[in-house]
């Protein structure tokens, strides 16, 4: 989400004669933009800020916009505490960073835009021109969300659930596909809880894809971050029908335990994830998942980690996030009593281990094998090429032609923990280049 806000920004700078500058200092203005999720996000962008006065001491100041989650949850605080901060702009406002950098200029004013105005933001990034030309390319279609998990801070940060509507979504795809997207990865803070209505009919996540797997040039069909509770019948007969979404999906549980599961207010138990893994498998028996984890959510009992333990061997995910708990100002859990912290480190390592295990398993079955790749891009100072396995496997291969874009068979003949490696192999369905 932030890789696409922070495209968005670029292109809504460039509106008004910004470029990319090529050193630090030699740029004008700064934008950090900011995600909240994880442990000390706030020290972190005042530790950069100091680096960035170091870097310009002997130079002219140049404006510095904090933007993102830290600026809503901080506003004005930000810019009590460090002056040399200019502006500070929510992720529902960043709209109109344009005009705040032009009358900044003119008028020297410091300004806090935290309101939630995701809708006005929407309609206004319709009419700035998109820059990006990525074979891989983000496309938001939901912010928000109403699910109000007792550790999560987005609902206070990105606001209410709010659906983009559909006209604008597919506008914005054809556009992409035509600057060379491949691939598109539908983003939401709670993607499948899409639900847009207009002229008596409803469009859903899954109208969305069913659109998408009509365009000609596109290939490949993705969608995070997805709810449990949101995985309707209509979205999973998806998997079964749209041949362009590919066959993985990243569906955070959080815990395997139903006590932990309440006490996180997840509105779902075990058995209903499990469920739910059950009819995706139905409807297309090569799926495979990814997941979260929060290790040690206080309360959380050596039963409790053994039956998060119990559901990585059950589901069997070839790749997830996993984190100690650490509580984020404003939500429901911040005053939570945090338990043994050696004890979360010790029952951290062992559900990563576990988990690293599954990847490695997972990556030693295409040893020697044909996998299907889609072609990124080129590594730097490298004969090297980059793409990914339906599955968002990173692999880097030798080819000799560059076929940017394309669909191709590679041959992998070794592998790690987090990577395929192989070369390029034509087959009997190809012609040479």
Known sequence: MNQYDS???????????????????????????????????????????????KSF????????IVSGCVAQAESDEMI???????????????????????????????????NFEVIEKFDELEKIPISQKKISSYLTIQEGCDKFCNFCVVPYTRGPEYSRPFKQIIDEAKILVSKGARE???????????????????????????????????????????????????????????????????????????????????????????????????????????????????????????????????????????????????????????????KNKERLKNLQNILENNQLKNNKKYLNQLCEVLVENKLSDQNKYFGRTKFMTPVKFYLNNFKKGELINVKINSFNRNSLFGIYTINKNEKAA
Not at 57 to 64: D, M, S, T, W
Not at 206 to 235: A, C, G, Q, V, W
Not at 315 to 321: C, E, K, P, T
């Open 7 to 53: 495209d968005r920004i670029y292109d809504l700078a460039a509106n008004i004669g910004f470029n990319k500058a090529n050193t630090k200092t030699e740029a004008d203005c700064f934008v950090l933009n900011t995600c909240h999720i994880r442990e000390k996000a706030t020290e972190k962008v005042y530790h950069e800020i100091g680096r960035l006065k």
């Open 184 to 342: 598109i990865t539908l983003l939401g803070q709670n993607v499948n809880a899409y639900n847009f209505s207009e002229n008596k009919k409803k469009y859903k996540l899954s109208s969305l894809i069913r659109e998408l797997n009509d365009f000609k040039n596109l290939k490949r069909i993705r969608y995070t971050t997805s709810h449990p509770r949101d995985m309707s019948m209509d979205l999973i007969e998806c998997y079964k029908d749209c041949e362009k979404l590919m066959p993985f999906l990243h569906l955070p549980i959080q815990s395997g335990s139903d006590k932990i599961l309440k006490s996180m207010n997840r509105k779902h138990d075990r058995k209903y994830y499990l469920d739910v893994i059950e009819k995706l498998k139905k409807a297309n028996n090569n799926i495979k998942f990814s997941s979260d984890f929060i290790i040690g959510y206080p309360g959380e009992t050596e039963k409790d980690h053994k039956d998060t333990i119990d559901i990585i061997k059950k589901v069997g995910f070839i790749n997830s996030y996993s984190f100690i708990f650490s509580p984020r100002p404003g939500t429901p859990a911040a005053n939570k009593k945090v338990e043994d912290l050696e």
């Open 57 to 64: 001491r002997k130079n002219n100041k140049p404006l510095v």
């Open 80 to 114: 009590k505490r460090e002056p040399y901060i200019d502006m500070v702009i929510g992720p529902q406002s960043y709209h109109k960073i344009g005009d705040l950098i032009l009358t900044h200029q003119r008028d020297k004013n410091k300004f806090n835009e935290t």
